[in-house]
């Protein structure tokens, strides 16, 4: 089982973004500095390009939203489909009794409670069985089309579900990739902004600070505690 993959910094995307241009901007002002370290201009282009490559890629609130969707839209759906068995059934029962082994065998009595898979297996079985059962039905007013709308719900419910699967492996595996993505950009800028403050260290403490990076909840300094 691959291990699940976790974020190298506290922040938010966004202020990986933010942070990251803003510590650029010095590093091209310090540029022949950072030449003395084996750092140029070749570098900090390829950091920038990495940084709005993962601007531009899709957030997860996006893949989130598409998630959502098509949870509610298998959900209606399974509604739908609950309430076509429930057309059908009300017909049964006034052929055979409740209590009685034939109804049964319909196994609808927790219909409302049961999950996605149950929920198909049941709806399979009460096409079946109405169908098998068609003409002891019809005085009670249930008809063919009554039935075939159970098959019809059923396959467009499976779809649903198979949808909505595939939007939650794809947010896994947009949200590991994101994460991937990220760390790899904070690691290159921190391995940045070491040098900067190591060049800066004993002879300017405002270009020092230039590259400082809290690595904190709001990336911003920690507050003093108070006394």
Do not use: C
Not at 43 to 67: A, H, Y
Not at 92 to 100: D, E, F, P, R, T
Not at 210 to 226: F, K, Q, R
């Amino acid at each position: 089982m691959k291990k699940e993959v976790k974020r190298g910094f506290n922040f938010p995307d966004a202020e990986l973004i933010t942070t990251g241009k803003g510590k650029i901007a010095f590093m091209r002002r310090d540029i022949s500095e950072f030449e003395t370290y084996g750092i140029d201009s070749v570098d900090i282009d390829k950091l920038e390009s990495d940084i709005e490559t993962f601007s531009d890629n899709v957030t997860d609130m996006e893949v989130l939203g598409r998630q959502v969707l098509s949870t509610e839209a298998k959900d209606a759906k399974a509604e739908q489909l609950r309430e076509g068995i429930r057309q059908v059934m009300t017909r049964v029962i006034l052929k055979y009794n409740a209590g009685s082994t034939k109804y049964k065998m319909f196994g609808t009595e927790l219909l409302s409670r049961q999950t996605d898979s149950e929920l198909m297996v049941t709806a399979k079985r009460v096409y079946r069985l109405a169908k098998e059962e068609l003409p002891v039905f019809v005085p009670h007013g249930l008809n063919e089309d009554m039935i075939s709308v159970i098959l019809t719900y059923r396959e467009e419910f499976d779809d649903l579900m198979v949808d909505q699967k595939i939007n939650i492996g794809l947010r896994d595996d947009l949200q590991e990739d994101r994460v991937e993505e990220g760390n790899a950009i904070f690691e290159t800028l921190m391995s940045y902004t070491t040098t900067g403050m190591s060049i800066w260290q004993s002879s300017d403490v405002a270009k020092y600070n230039d590259y400082v990076i809290y690595n904190t909840i709001s990336g911003e300094a920690p507050s003093e505690p108070t006394l």
